[in-house]
């Protein structure tokens, strides 16, 4: 795996733990702010690092997407913005973990 690939794959393992144990009531105030500073920080990498993991952004994105969609709906400005730095085609589902996604 190409180093920008495993520092990725480290950070959305972890990412997606930390949301895993947080509790399933979820306060969704702070998504926006949130989601703004992941949308800046995709935005400040260099094409290149981007071009290597951007499959499986696509995947731990999409399935945050089908998760926040039954709680705030597809067409909220939150789930645009996400979907803004997506490439793929959104995961079936909040579980949809086909490799490479």
Do not use: C
Not at 42 to 59: I, S
Not at 75 to 92: E, R, S, V, Y
């Amino acid at each position: 795996m190409d180093m920008y690939r495993d520092i990725y794959d480290f950070a959305a393992k972890v990412g997606s733990l930390e949301g895993y144990v947080y509790p399933k009531e979820l306060d969704v105030s702070y998504l926006p702010v949130w989601v703004d500073h992941v949308v800046e920080r995709y935005k400040a990498l260099p094409e290149e690092a981007k071009k290597q993991f951007q499959d499986l952004l696509d995947g731990t994105v999409g399935r945050a997407v089908q998760s926040l969609i039954p709680m705030i709906g597809k067409d909220d400005a939150t789930i645009k913005k996400l979907m803004g730095i997506m490439k793929g085609d959104l995961p079936a589902s909040y579980d949809d973990f086909k490799k490479g996604r």
